[in-house]
């Protein structure tokens, strides 16, 4: 089976994490297609994730530790090289989003329609598994979505944290004519403030302590901002609720930022009654208002990466221009410029920066 | 190495009424994730006999001989080299129906609406009235010692049960009308009880099968009279429906209606029978098209779903109840027959008789 021989003029060169902070660029074996229904990719496209700068300065999130050296990158868009025999939905040529998590579908969790939560997910720069930052990528075909011709790959390169926002979106229910709080202006948290104005939400307050992220959100999808102080979580909650007019508080509250303030304030803005969902991740144990939860009848859900459904409709969303994900792209650099991409966005600049893939050519 | 070249002896259904046993190959396995079963015990079912009957069940069509049955138990002894979950002899409950895994149904864990299921005994694909049969090892679930082979082909139909009162989001203390006394009809009354139903009433047409009912699970049974010649159909069947309403104290109506006969009068009695905002479940299949009472279903805000087959959790569930004695299956089992006698047992199926209730036939030895 030809492997080097196959697309030889295509560079596999790819951004390997060896330990923390410590990278290099090393040239790996092509990946080629093992099943009839797998799709062999170029990568276009990847947007930094939070949790890939995480494991370039820590090595570790929670219990997935990185052992041996493995290749950054998960949100990608890429360009369909060659498709297995029982491939039906993409052809050679196409553009489109990868999903970059493979479940087992054999699990209870993955028959269940909850392959998010899969026992053995091979998911892209989780370790064990190299990630997207790299030359060439199989992929599943029903984890590879199609790009409408009028989508650019850099759009492309934006649908997985758009699915990650429509998954939290949908944990929270949200319904036409409601109202939602979001916690953290982050991509991830600007994306679920567009979600929600695309479910019909009536009012979509950002919450964040950075004022040129709410200032962005002001024109992207928030109806209302807010800045909390360092007062308690009670006294942030009754301002902003005062400030929003929703005296009886929010129908929805989604953290999407991970700190401990803001999800205690979220639990004082949601409505008796309402739903509230942990996006954001940031320390594993935290003081949480529970006496509040039990005494509002609070739904507390947990929200983790897509499942079913999700990624088709990210696609959907940017397609049909109802969530214009190119304002989010600040930054787009050359693969040999990863690293000073990622210190960048630990740094906190802009808000997603892309990075070419290995063949892209300079334009 | 065995001198002797093994056989796989099957119950083939070659075309329409034509049916036969004959000698095949061993099936191999298909890939890393395959087990070979012995089979034990296949009960038979309604569609298995409705295949070698008329050759169709809407558009799944006999063009081709298949092998029947569905309702299974045996013995592993072989698996691929990626099998975890199962050994070689370990006992288990075949799950007959293997989804493609891939498509939109089963990623959001509806596989029992995957358009490529292969399910046993549905054309094209063969079931397992053969000697050996291969299936994805996820497909299998070990049961106890304690359970005969043939409570292990009981745990097919009981999941059939537990599916209907999953899509029917039963609660405790609710009041359950079941329409048929056959396996399904009897297991959907043991299955509400487990759910700590209030009241549960079984009803047939056969006096003998709700009597049976009413010793199985049911709390009450009814028989509905048949209406007089030249009576407006659903008019006779909102009487009955409303009978069974003041029989049974069941006040505005019951909570729940499962509907497992798919006969049209039966059907119209549940839509009349049922509370407002009540659920009417949908699992028997009879005539495709019926005169059902739209505007009651609407007026009443009834919430109408349908049922088939089973999905993620059913299996296990079902060999928990049956292995705990929850369910009795082996109650439901009235005639056994060897497989040589297979065309035997699918004729006295045919008959209809009361008395007849659950048939299985034994695996090849």
């Known amino acids: ?363 | 190495m065995s001198t002797i070249t093994e056989i796989n002896p099957v119950f083939v259904l070659h075309s329409i009424k034509n049916v036969s046993i004959e000698n095949r190959e061993v099936p191999k396995l298909r890939d890393q994730h395959d087990v070979r079963v012995h089979i034990e015990q296949t009960g038979i079912c309604g569609s298995d006999v409705h295949y070698w009957q008329r050759g169709r069940i809407g558009d799944f069509i006999l063009n081709s001989p298949i092998v029947l049955g569905h309702e299974s138990s045996g013995t592993i002894v072989e698996v691929g080299s990626a099998v975890q979950n199962v050994k070689v002899g370990d006992r288990v409950a075949i799950e007959p129906g293997v989804p493609c895994r891939r498509c939109d149904f089963c990623r959001e864990g509806a596989y029992n609406l995957c358009a490529d299921t292969v399910f046993a005994a549905t054309p094209p694909w063969d079931g397992t009235l053969q000697k050996y049969y291969i299936v994805a090892s996820d497909y299998c679930y070990p049961i106890p010692s304690h359970m005969s082979s043939e409570d292990g082909a009981m745990v097919e139909p009981t999941a059939v049960a537990v599916q209907i009162c999953k899509v029917a989001d039963l609660r405790a203390n609710q009041t359950v009308i079941v329409f048929g006394c056959g396996p399904i009809g009897a297991l959907c009354q043991a299955m509400a009880k487990v759910y700590g139903a209030k009241k549960v009433i079984g009803v047939d047409i056969s006096k003998s099968r709700t009597d049976f009912a009413k010793k199985y699970a049911a709390d009450g049974v009814f028989v509905p009279e048949i209406a007089p010649a030249g009576a407006d159909p659903v008019d006779a069947s909102r009487a009955i429906g409303e009978k069974i309403i003041a029989q049974f104290g069941l006040g505005g109506g019951a909570d729940v209606i499962l509907e497992c006969t798919g006969a049209e009068p039966c059907i119209q009695a549940g839509v009349f029978a049922a509370k407002k905002e009540g659920t009417y479940v949908q699992a028997g299949m009879g005539k495709e098209n019926v005169v059902f009472p739209i505007m009651m279903a609407c007026i009443r805000a009834l919430n109408i779903k349908g049922s088939i087959r089973y999905t993620a959790g059913c299996y296990p569930a079902s060999v928990d109840l049956v292995a705990s004695g929850k369910i009795d299956a082996k109650a439901l089992i009235t005639h056994r027959f060897k497989f040589e006698e297979a065309e035997q047992a699918f004729e006295l199926v045919k008959k209809g008789q009361e008395d007849v209730f659950k048939v299985v036939i034994q695996g090849v030895q």
């Not at chain 1, 709410?214 to 009670?234: C, D, G, I, M």
């Not at chain 1, 129908?251 to 991970?258: R, T, W």
Request: aromatic content about 6%; hydrophobic content about 35%.
């Open chain 1, 1 to 363: 089976m030809a492997t080097d021989t196959e697309f030889g003029d295509l560079s596999n060169l790819s951004f390997v994490l060896n330990k923390p902070s410590d990278v290099t660029f090393e040239t790996k074996p092509k990946p080629t297609i093992q099943s009839p229904y797998d799709v062999l990719v170029k990568v276009n496209y990847t947007g930094i994730c939070g949790s890939d700068v995480h494991y370039w300065v820590h090595g570790a999130i929670g219990d997935f530790v990185v052992k041996d050296p493995m290749v950054l990158g998960h949100e990608s868009s890429g360009t369909v090289l060659k498709v297995g025999d029982k491939v039906a939905s993409v052809k050679v040529g196409d553009r489109v989003a990868l999903e970059p998590g493979t479940p087992c579908r054999r699990c209870t969790p993955c028959l269940s329609g909850h392959y998010n939560l899969c026992n053995e997910m091979k998911f892209a720069a989780t370790p064990p598994y190299d990630g997207t930052l790299t030359g060439l990528w199989c992929s599943p075909e029903d984890f590879c979505y199609k790009l409408p011709e009028h989508v650019s790959l850099e759009e492309g390169a934006l649908v997985e944290p758009l699915a990650v926002a429509v998954h939290i979106v949908k944990q929270a229910e949200v319904k036409p004519g409601q109202t939602v709080v979001v916690m953290g202006a982050g991509p991830v948290g600007l994306l679920c403030c567009a979600v929600a104005k695309a479910y019909g939400a009536s009012k979509i307050v950002s919450v964040d302590i950075q004022p040129s992220r709410l200032e962005f959100n002001e024109t992207f999808a928030a109806t209302h901002t807010f800045t909390p102080e360092r007062v308690s979580a009670e006294e942030n909650a009754a301002r902003l609720l005062k400030e929003t007019d929703m005296p009886g508080g929010a129908d929805a509250v989604i953290d999407a930022s991970g700190a401990e303030p803001s999800i205690q304030t979220s639990i004082h803005v949601v409505r008796r009654g309402g739903i509230y969902v942990q996006g954001g991740m940031g320390k594993p144990d935290i003081t949480f208002p529970i006496v509040a939860l039990c005494v509002k009848e609070v739904t507390c859900k947990g929200s983790f990466r897509y499942s079913s459904g999700d990624y088709k409709l990210a696609v959907e969303l940017v397609a049909s221009g109802k969530v214009d994900v190119n304002k989010l792209i600040t930054g787009k650099v050359k693969f040999e410029d990863a690293e000073q991409a990622f210190s960048d966005v630990k740094a906190g600049k802009g808000i997603k920066i892309l990075i070419k893939g290995p063949n892209e050519k300079e334009t």
